[in-house]
Structures are given as C-alpha cells and as structure tokens.
C-alpha cells in the first residue's frame, strides 16, 4: 500500500509590524540618548563598598584632578545660565548673552571667573586647547564658595557630589570639604568606583 503525501504548505510570516516596532525603538534610543560629554581631565576614582547610585538630575559636581586643580560642573541650561548671571552680579563682571548661551552649554569648567569672559569668547575646538587652572579655593581668594552658593540658589534640589581623582592629596578634598560647611552643605556625596567583591 503506498504511502500518502500530505501536501506541504507554504508558511508566511508578516514581519511588517515587527520591523515597524524595531525601527521605532532605535529612533526612540536614538533621540534621547545623551552622550557623555568630554571631560576636561581622566579621573582614577577610588573603590568603595558603597551601592547608593546618584540621581540623574540636579546634581552639582566637584571634580577634583590629581594635581590639585577644581572643576565644577551643575545639570541644568537654564540652571547654568542663571548661575553665570549671579556669578557676575557678586563679581562685578558683566556676561553678554552669547558668553551666558556658551557658558550653559558647558558642562564642565575650571577657571577663575575672571578668565571665564575670555575663555567663552573662544570657538569651541578652542577651548578643548586651553589648560585650565583650576577654581581658586583657598583662604585668600575662595571662589568655589560662591559657586556652591549660588549654585544652590539657582537650584535648592540640587545635590552635591565630589569627584576626586584617587592620587589626589587629602588638604585639596579637606578645603573642598570645608567650603561645603562653611555653605552650611554637611550631605555631600563621594563619586566612587564600586569595589569587586572577592570570591
């Protein structure tokens, strides 16, 4: 008896809605993503055993380079632009509304706020050239305190976190520290590498 064929169907599979799905997804990642910005230094941060992440907004970062050097960076344009205003105001130093647009565009910076007009006037693959000193924060000339102030005036939600690179000399983040205390700031955060856990 012979053995009966069944007849083979041909399966079809409308993968129309699937590639409409997988391409708005990649244009939805694609808009929103926000890329790191550069930083004006690599930062070793040490290790600790700590798991509390920060927020991704209102954030107000103290960074802290190996030789000593500060840069300050706050979340926010419009948050930045009113911090610069303020900042000019205290120092006597009057912005144009070109140097408040560059200086909101900005994430990170490090100088003395008299070289800031000068600085912002450059084109921006010009400023990537330029070594910055540092804020000063000393007992003479303490500029960070004004930052930190205002800053938290333009945003009173914001938190504040160090950034200190792992060789950097303890009196640096100490004087840091105390400019803090003496904002009346006592919750800061450490920005730190999670430690790996040994087996």
Same mark, same amino acid.
């Given at each position: 008896?012979?053995?009966?064929?069944?007849?083979?169907?041909?399966?079809?599979?409308? &993968?129309?809605?699937? @590639?409409?799905?997988?391409?708005?997804? +990649?244009?939805?990642?694609? *808009?929103?993503?926000?890329?790191?910005?550069?930083?004006?230094?690599?930062?070793? &941060?040490?290790?600790?055993?700590?798991?509390?992440?920060?927020?991704?907004?209102?954030?107000?970062?103290?960074?802290?380079?190996?030789?000593?050097?500060?840069?300050?960076?706050?979340?926010?344009?419009?948050?930045?632009?009113?911090?610069?205003?303020? &900042? %000019?105001?205290?120092?006597?130093?009057?912005?144009?509304?070109?140097?408040?647009?560059?200086?909101? +565009?900005?994430?990170?910076? %490090?100088?003395?706020?008299?070289?800031?007009?000068?600085?912002?006037?450059?084109?921006?693959?010009?400023?990537?050239?330029?070594?910055?000193?540092?804020?000063?924060?000393? @007992?003479?000339?303490?500029?960070?305190?004004?930052?930190?102030?205002?800053?938290? +005036?333009?945003?009173?939600?914001?938190?504040?976190?160090?950034?200190?690179?792992?060789?950097?000399?303890?009196?640096?983040?100490?004087?840091? &520290?105390?400019? *803090?205390?003496?904002?009346?700031?006592?919750?800061?955060?450490?920005?730190?590498?999670?430690?790996?856990?040994?087996?």
């Amino acid at each position: 008896m012979p053995k009966v064929k069944i007849a083979r169907k041909s399966i079809h599979i409308d &993968m129309t809605a699937m @590639t409409d799905v997988a391409f708005l997804l +990649l244009t939805f990642f694609m *808009l929103t993503t926000k890329f790191k910005p550069d930083e004006p230094f690599i930062v070793d &941060m040490p290790s600790s055993i700590s798991e509390i992440m920060l927020p991704d907004a209102d954030i107000m970062q103290i960074a802290v380079e190996k030789e000593g050097e500060i840069f300050f960076t706050m979340d926010g344009q419009e948050v930045r632009a009113n911090l610069l205003r303020k &900042m %000019g105001e205290q120092y006597q130093i009057k912005f144009t509304e070109k140097q408040i647009t560059q200086f909101a +565009l900005l994430e990170s910076f %490090g100088l003395p706020i008299a070289q800031l007009p000068q600085f912002l006037d450059l084109k921006a693959e010009q400023r990537v050239s330029v070594k910055q000193t540092g804020i000063p924060c000393d @007992t003479v000339k303490n500029e960070l305190r004004d930052w930190i102030w205002f800053g938290r +005036l333009s945003n009173p939600k914001v938190r504040i976190a160090i950034k200190g690179d792992r060789e950097t000399h303890y009196p640096v983040v100490k004087r840091i &520290m105390d400019t *803090l205390q003496e904002r009346k700031v006592n919750r800061f955060n450490f920005i730190t590498n999670l430690e790996s856990g040994s087996n």
